[in-house]
């Protein structure tokens, strides 16, 4: 890859070596279903095992690419890790046994999906190669139209399971295009590109960044790492899960659920510090700061790494050999940001001058303005993008007015910066069960979110996020949308969402009934008649 695009989803050749089996599937579109899922992911497969093991068949599950797994598909880069334990990054419906290690590593993940993907018969609802191009709400028939490269179909309920990950951001770098060597994102990694000997820029210090550079240090003969923003690194405290230990697990599945639940109550004693008491964090800092300074003897190279923000405010990062690859004959930390490249010569914003052969942009995601949202078309032709604009919300994380039987899964609000995001998609999946459930039961064609609905809930997210360390904590991060409000995390604890996301409250929905009535404005709408009103809380 050259140039300043990014392909949409990594390629077999992008990937180390496509799953065995991933790539085939059980033939062409149907022309309906009562559910089309987009994406098969964590959110897209667990849609579709939950949906299965409530006896639904009557579903397909929409891939762009050419195989499953989401963004643990996409991202191969060398030392690609879970930071959440392995017994808590699974489905509680599909424990794995076998986690060779205490932080699950990227292939294992990408195995363990194709896994689920197999035991809960996903297989013959996958369509790969079928990316949605336009999703459109016709009122007239209470259907969704899809669009796909691979054929049209209509749905009656869509899940959008497309990932806050998926799609790779790269910094508008003035001369980019004039640069002529290797360039790639960290979730597009160039396998064919050989770095040995290579001098290597890398651009950015998050998650992938640290997981990546100590793989790459070694073999590269120069590494200039570009840091806008030093990360908080605490040590990493992983080990390898014994034969004893699977054999336990394996035998007595039980052990393996109370390993889970010890994994669970540990990140969410956590969660106060977060969202609450961000001064709480300063402990954790002193530990992140020890790690440094026994990593790090060079004090200017130490003032260089050392965060300015307070802990917690961006992801917190794990790694046991981040620092010491810093250290490296050859790598040099650049403290300040990419600004132009010209030629083979990459332009600090300090004034820097670092020519090398490769970049590579560890850059992050479209987490604020996902893709999806502009090929998504609701009631009286809006689409998701025009109805956010710039600002994404959601009621519950999962629904948005105007958008009838349209899910999201890792909807807005629905991130996590201390815990699973795999206990989020679940609680946002009983909610999607739930909500077809009240489908079946008061049998209205749609259900359209109200729009008081969802301010009070957003409202009420808005409170909880004012004193939390991602609000006060100094620092600007992914999490935080062009106008620097908070649309992605979730403020509070993840019991707390699991409670507000168990039923679908029919009062926070107007019911619309089936058949051709003129839907293009919301006071047109013919309404079911209402059992006594529930007054909606909206309280997360
Ligand atoms: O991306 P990021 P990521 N010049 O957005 C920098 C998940 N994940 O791919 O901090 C120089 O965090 C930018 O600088 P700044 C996880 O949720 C999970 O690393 O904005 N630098 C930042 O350092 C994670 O949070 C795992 O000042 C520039 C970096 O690019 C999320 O993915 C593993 C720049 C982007 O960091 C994203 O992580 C990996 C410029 N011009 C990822 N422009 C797990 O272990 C931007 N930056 C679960």
């Known amino acids: ?46 849609a579709g ?41 699974s489905f509680s419906f599909a424990p794995n046994p076998g986690w060779s290690h205490s932080f699950p590593r990227q292939r294992e993940i990408w195995r363990y999906l194709e896994d689920v993907a197999d035991r809960h018969r996903l297989r013959e ?39 806050a990950l998926a799609d790779p951001k790269l910094p508008d770098v003035p001369g980019l295009d004039s640069f002529p060597g290797e360039v790639f994102h960290s979730a597009r990694w160039n396998h064919d590109y050989d770095l040995t000997g290579k001098r290597v820029a890398v651009i950015g210090t998050g998650a992938s960044a640290i997981q990546l550079v100590p793989e790459i240090a070694p073999a590269v003969s120069a590494l200039v790492l570009f840091q806008r923003t030093p990360a908080w690194v605490l040590p990493r405290r992983d080990r390898r899960v014994t034969p004893a230990e699977q054999w336990l697990y394996r035998t007595l599945p039980l052990t393996q659920r109370a390993a889970r639940l010890g994994v669970y109550l540990s990140r969410e004693a956590a969660v106060g510090a977060f969202v609450a008491h961000p001064g709480l964090l300063r402990y954790a800092q002193r530990a992140a700061l020890r790690n440094l300074t026994s990593a790090v003897p060079d004090p200017a190279l130490r003032a260089k790494l050392t965060p300015r923000y307070v802990m917690g405010c961006k992801r917190i990062l794990l790694s046991n050999d981040y620092y010491p690859a810093l250290t490296r004959p050859g ?70 007015p105007g ?34 459930a009240a489908l079946d039961r008061t049998r209205p064609a749609a259900l359209d979110a109200r729009p008081a609905a969802q301010r009070d809930w957003c409202a009420a997210i808005e409170r909880r996020m004012a004193p939390t360390v991602w609000s006060t904590g100094g620092c600007v ?14 403020p509070a604890s993840t019991l707390r969402f699991r409670r507000a996301t168990r039923r679908v409250k029919l009062a926070e929905y ?31």
Request: aromatic share 8%.
């Open 331 to 400: 790598a040099e930390v650049v403290a300040a940001g990419l600004a132009r490249v010209d030629g083979a010569v990459l332009h600090a914003e300090d004034g820097s001058a670092h020519e090398v052969d490769c970049v590579i942009f560890a850059t992050g995601f479209h987490t604020t303005d996902p893709l999806i949202a502009q090929r998504v078309y609701g009631a009286g032709g809006v689409s998701l993008a025009q109805a956010w604009a710039g600002d994404m919300r959601a009621l519950r994380g999962t629904t948005i």
């Open 49 to 89: 095992a939950r949906l299965r093991r409530s006896g639904r068949t009557d579903f397909i599950i929409l891939e762009r690419a050419d195989a499953l797994g989401g963004t643990w598909r996409d991202n191969s880069y060398p030392g690609c890790a879970c930071d959440v334990p392995s017994h808590l990054y």
């Open 125 to 163: 609802h996958l369509r790969f190669g079928a990316e949605v191009r336009r999703a459109r709400w016709d009122a007239a028939s209470s259907r969704w139209h899809l669009e796909t490269a691979r054929g049209a179909l209509t749905a009656e309920v869509v899940i959008a399971a497309s990932g």
């Open 403 to 436: 958008f009838p039987n349209f899910c999201l899964v890792v909807g807005p609000n629905t991130g996590l910066g201390h815990s699973s995001m795999i206990y989020m998609i679940e609680s946002q999946l009983n909610y999607i069960m739930d909500y077809l």
């Open 477 to 490: 991060s992914w999490y935080l949308n062009a106008a620097g409000r908070n649309p992605t995390l979730w």
């Open 510 to 540: 107007d019911l619309l009934p089936a058949g051709p009535r003129p839907l293009q404005h919301r006071g047109a709408r013919r309404r079911f008649p209402r059992g006594p009103r529930v007054r909606s809380t909206g309280r997360p």
């Open 1 to 46: 890859m050259s140039g300043t695009s990014v392909p949409p989803f990594a390629t077999a050749r992008q990937r180390e070596r496509p799953a065995a089996d991933s790539r085939s599937d059980a033939g062409g579109l149907p022309a309906h279903v009562r559910v089309a899922i987009i994406g098969a992911g964590f959110g897209g497969l667990g």
